[in-house]
Nanobody, 117 residues
């Protein structure tokens, strides 16, 4: 029902910044960013309720990453500052379309973030 397209990944040096974008094809109730490094479990690092703007962050990124949204454009962003090599991963956007859903039915294709020391 909802297609998600991420962009903005790339290669940066430690201490640098990137901003990821996720464009949804329609309405979303909640959007999130996940990441997965090779050999590691996928982790949710940030989420946002698109109507209220309320946000949640994983401890690993709190204070460095900021999730935001533009409801008119059905777009979520992830501003990543003070990047570290440990942040290297494939980053995925996910979405829910209802408050009664507690899973993540919709996923983007992923965008690679590589941080060099």
């Amino acid at each position: 029902q909802v297609q998600l397209v991420e962009s903005g990944g790339g290669s940066v040096q430690a201490g640098g910044s990137l901003r990821l974008s996720c464009v949804a094809s329609g309405y979303t109730y909640r959007m999130a960013w996940f990441r997965q490094a090779p050999g590691k479990e996928r982790e949710r690092i940030a989420s946002i309720f698109t109507t209220s703007g309320n946000t949640l962050y994983a401890d690993s990124v709190a204070g460095r990453f900021t999730i935001s949204r533009d409801t008119a454009k059905n777009t979520a962003y992830l501003q990543m500052n003070s990047l570290q090599p440990e942040d290297t991963a494939m980053y995925y956007c996910a979405a829910r379309t209802s408050a009664v859903i507690n899973s993540w039915p919709y996923w983007g294709q992923g965008t690679q973030v590589t941080v060099s020391s």
